[in-house]
């Protein structure tokens, strides 16, 4: 079930991914604020937010998140590299906070260099501070499940449910979980639906459970390659996600395709997640 959607563009302007979610009939999308390949960034400018938030309005879309900077890492053991990520996601949450956004999105974060436990406390400490910036309204920020490769935090329930612990205002932070990511890190989603997400619920809680990245997986069952696939198209499979869209419990969840973006695969990929919950 939930609310289906896509990651829109904001090229032109923030409110031109507005536009784009109308013309392809999403109920949701995701947006980068600003370019996500840049540390530098610049606030929106205020009529680009108003007009943002009129075409929003009227739009009838149940749900707009972001998705931080990939070169956002508050998991860094680098003092400098971590600096500039806590204040790369500080002006995050003050463009997420503007346009009124349900939650922002994020990896972990990488420890390369250092330890996983060094790490971990970054990402606690970084979030403990940032969680400052927050207005009573929200948004929400959501780690993401990832695919467990190399130093990457994130790819084990475990490591959510730790962070989640050492998170003080609890109330404002989430999961995002990503269905290539989970498959890719070792959760059989392909058959075992339900033995997952009960684990999820044992180790974290269900209630914490946000939003989704609806992916199928290029890449084998625990392979942990970050490599997304069309829906029923890859190694996860269609059956999986037939049962996710008629799960009750996700009702009022965002669910955001990633899939390769080409030529109207997120239209095509949309209607079939609709047809599947529809049905």
Known sequence: ?????????IAGGVYNAVDEAIKKKAEAIQIFTANQRMWNT??????????????????????????????????????FNLKKSRKAFADEIKRSAALKLDAIIFHPGSFTGGTK????????????????ELPPSGPMLLLETTAGAGNHIGGKFEDLAELIKGIKKK????????????????????????????EFDRKIGIDKLKAFHINDSKTAFESHADRHQHIG?????????????KDKRFRNVSMIIETPDEGEMDVKNMNLLKKMRDK
Do not use: Q, W
Request: aromatic content about 10%.
């Open 1 to 9: 079930m939930g609310f289906i959607g896509f990651h829109a563009s």
């Open 42 to 79: 610049k606030p929106i400018p205020r009529a680009d937010i108003k007009l943002f938030l009129e075409k929003k309005e009227k739009s009838g879309i149940k749900a707009v998140v972001a998705h931080d900077s990939y070169l956002i890492n508050l998991a860094s053991v680098n003092s």
């Open 117 to 132: 436990e060094k790490g971990m406390k970054n990402i606690i400490d970084s979030l403990n501070m940032l969680m400052k």
């Open 171 to 198: 109330n404002k932070a989430g999961v995002c979980f990503d269905t290539a990511h989970a498959f890719e890190a070792g959760y059989d989603l392909k058959n075992s639906y339900d033995k997952v997400f009960k």
């Open 233 to 245: 198209k890859g190694e996860i499979g269609k059956e999986f996600f037939s049962k996710l869209m």
